[in-house]
Structures are given as structure tokens and as C-alpha cells.
């Protein structure tokens, strides 16, 4: 099983099946702040949402490379990060996360995204890193803006959720604009250390894999 120690408290884990009655647990908890924003976060979220979603996690990584990780701090689940829509022809791809309340206002979320925009950048040699936020989740945005992206425009109307149409905000990042060092936040000191810079999950093995 995959898993990645960023520090002493934060790593990220390739979610298996096993995972799946934790991870609903953790999303019913939050429901009603992530509903607002999330398509996927519906009342009747169940275990085998969970497992839908991992599912299609390990066969997005089986056939193109694109993968999602749970976080965990402290070893608890504290939400997820992933990338998707990558475009290995234009050399970009889009990343996506959420974080549970009880793990808010700590950075998480932001050394997470740094992790995974390195790993991007570096290993998958991507040219062009994308964050697309609903343009009234002041929190979702800050993370971008926190490090270092680019505010590119708005997209009109482009989402329908619960019941309402909701403008995007799309950031952007280059791999010639290395990502800001956000304040509060201490970056990996030795890139070429293994506890701190991302390798790519296995497709192979495990009794869970697609």
C-alpha cells in the first residue's frame, strides 16, 4: 500500500477499499459545509459512494497516472488532494482537495498542494498546474494565492449546484513560476530527501487493486 510521509504529523495515502467506511464517516461529518461546494457531497453519501470513488481513483491511476490521496494528520483522515484532467500532450493537469473543519487553519492543505505541485512539476515533468475554485470559497481560493498563482479569470456560470449556477475562479501555475513559500509555512528542506518529495503509487499488487 502506497503512503508518503511529508513530516512528523502529515503524510498522504493511496486509498484502498479498506478505507472506504472511514472516509464516509469523514465526509458525513462535514456534509453540510462541503455540500455547498462539492457536487459529489449528496445526503445520501453512503459507503458505497466511497467505494465508487475509489474505484475509479485506482483505475484513473491503472490507465493514465492520475491519482487522488487521502490526508492524514496524526493519522487521521483529515480530507483529500488529487490531480486530474491531465493532458500529457500539453503537459498540465488540474488539482482538486477538501479538508475536513477539524484540520482547517493549520496549513495542511497547503503543504499538501506544494507536495503534489512539486511532484507534478518534477516527476511527471509538467508544464502547467491548474486550481479551479467557486469564486465565493474564499477559503479554496487562498490556497493558490497562498502559493504563488495566478488569478487567470472567471468562468461564467460554468457549475450547477444545488440548484444554482456558480462562476469559477481559475489560477494557474507554471513550472518557469516555482510555487511561493506561504507564511506560516516551512517547506521541505532537502527536496532529494524521500520522506519529503513524492515518488509515483504502484499499479501493482494488493488485493484491492482494480
Known amino acids: ?56 481513483n485506482l483505475r484513473g491511476l491503472s490507465e493514465s497516472g492520475s491519482f487522488g490521496l487521502l490526508i492524514r494528520y496524526d493519522g487521521k483522515l483529515a480530507g483529500t488532494i488529487g490531480f486530474h484532467d491531465l ?18 487553519g493549520r496549513g495542511i492543505m497547503t503543504c499538501c498542494c506544494r507536495v503534489l505541485i512539486d511532484y507534478l512539476f518534477e516527476s511527471m515533468e509538467l508544464n502547467r498546474v ?7 470559497n474564499t477559503r479554496s481560493r487562498a490556497i493558490p494565492e497562498r502559493l504563488g498563482f495566478k488569478l487567470e479569470g472567471v468562468l461564467r456560470q460554468v ?3 444545488n440548484g444554482e449556477f456558480g462562476d469559477w475562479a481559475v489560477y494557474g501555475l507554471l513550472k518557469s513560476e ?10 521541505p528542506t532537502n527536496a532529494a530527501d524521500s520522506t519529503t518529495q513524492l515518488q509515483p503509487p504502484a499499479t501493482a499488487g494488493g488485493s484491492d487493486k482494480l
Open 130 to 136: 491548474q486550481i479551479n475554485c467557486n469564486v465565493e
Open 178 to 187: 516555482p510555487p511561493a513559500v506561504a507564511g506560516g509555512l516551512t517547506p
Open 159 to 161: 457549475e450547477f449546484i
Open 1 to 56: 500500500m502506497f503512503s508518503h510521509q511529508i513530516d512528523e504529523n502529515l503524510s498522504l495515502e493511496l486509498p484502498q477499499m479498506h478505507h472506504a467506511e472511514e472516509l464516509t464517516a469523514v465526509v458525513l461529518e462535514n456534509l453540510e459545509r462541503l455540500k455547498i461546494w462539492m457536487p459529489w457531497a449528496v445526503h445520501d453519501y453512503s459507503v458505497e459512494s466511497a467505494r465508487f470513488f475509489i474505484q475509479r
Open 87 to 104: 493532458d500529457t500532450v500539453n503537459r498540465s493537469a488540474h488539482i482538486g482537495y477538501w479538508i475536513a473543519k477539524d484540520f482547517e
